[in-house]
């Protein structure tokens, strides 16, 4: 009999295990604690003496990241550094950084910085003993095995790279970002180091931030489906146990800190619990998935040239609204999440039933809450408000249906009722109408 395993969506409004069926992928060791990039030569060794650092560029005054760079000359290791990295990840970039690369031979890679210095990194790691255009691997399980292993080091807390299988490139001839998937992306070793976002500057924080906070809800309200025990297994399985849990935790410590940090980025506490949070969120949709947000903002972000995490931030109360028809028990656990985040307990609807009016009221104070948190962080409220004219939604709205393995991870019973929900996330959010906000 063929194993599969399944998951039913209902199950995410219980705090219990209700399957005991999960997927994990994680890199093979990671490093989570404030100092752990102390490590960094430690681990760099462990894997090679031929280390190519890719670092966003105002990281090489960080006295962590110059003490470690320091060390691997120190230890005759042949380092060859990098800070030649582009927002969005555009061709040119790739291209530029891929040849540096193969000159160098190198043996082990490591990304220190935010979400495109990790996802840079997974590119080289791919194309460096490849002959065929990066073009060719977008999509899902198409790169064809590990090459360069990666250690991954985030400065901000938010995309989560440092976990998952997962690096988003722009393409200058296309009208919306494209992705590279493959369990064989998820990073060797990760070294989380909170000390690393201290100096993060707001505006990237909140960016980051609200990133990761879509990721955990979006995961959450994955469509739930069954899935076959053979290989290749898809990339995105939807959620399940184990993301499920880590999804509600990390929405509870985002919640309950982002205005925080954004406001005071010297809160050290608070900075510590978004990094914790950001990795969860990347442990959660590394196999649930995301789903509207993210499809969506593909085209609006190359469109606006706006970041990736305002864009998604942006849209996440218009993607709550649209999913609470088919994903009302996911929602629960994530308003619940958010209840313990904002006020440190939990006021759940008697037996989580989430079909009754106050398990809607949780939904809707949760959504309502987000919008505050967007308001709070400087998070526009419209796709208007970011350059989108009335004449870009029709092309916007095809485009971001062409993300086909966003959108069929989206919540519904039908692929017509997911692509509904595309319009009236675009629309809504066009105009900032809603039912709830």
Known sequence: MEARVTHDAATAATPGLATSRAILRMPREMLHAVGA????????????????????????????????LDT???????????????????????????????????????????????DLAKIVSVLIGEERDLSEFYG????????????????????GSEVTPVAVVSEPDRELKVGVSSPYLVPEIAVVDP????????TLTAHSGIDALCHAVESMTSRAREVPFEYPLPVFVGPDDL???????????????LGRVVEDGSDEIARQAMSVGSTLAGMAFAT???????AIQYPVGALTKTPHGLGVGLLLPYVMEACLPVARPALHRAAMAMRSGVDGDVRASQDGDTATAQGDQDIRWAVQSVVDLRRRIGIPHTL??????GSDLARLVELALSVRRLVDNAPGESRDEREEMVEQVVLRAFAGESEIF
Do not use: W
Not at 57 to 67: G, R
Not at 195 to 202: E, G, K
Not at 384 to 389: L, N, P
């Open 37 to 68: 990039s102390e490590s960094l030569p430690g681990v760099v060794e462990s894997l090679g003496r031929r280390p190519f650092v890719l670092v966003d560029e105002a990281m090489l005054d960080n006295p962590d990241i110059a003490k470690a």
């Open 72 to 118: 691997f000359r120190v230890n005759g290791l042949a380092t060859l550094v990098s800070t030649d990295i582009e927002p969005e990840l555009p061709r040119g970039c790739i291209d530029r950084v891929v040849s540096q690369a193969r000159d160098h031979e190198p043996d082990v890679l490591i990304g220190i910085g935010g979400g495109s210095t990790i």
């Open 140 to 159: 899902e399980n198409i790169v064809p095995r590990s090459h360069v292993p990666i250690v991954a080091v985030p400065t901000t807390a938010g995309t």
């Open 195 to 202: 000390r690393l976002t201290y100096t993060c500057p707001a």
């Open 243 to 257: 993301s499920t849990l880590n999804a509600a935790a990390a929405v509870e410590l985002i919640v309950g800190n």
């Open 288 to 294: 649930a998935g995301t789903h509207l947000g993210h």
């Open 384 to 389: 208007a408000d970011i350059g989108v004219g």
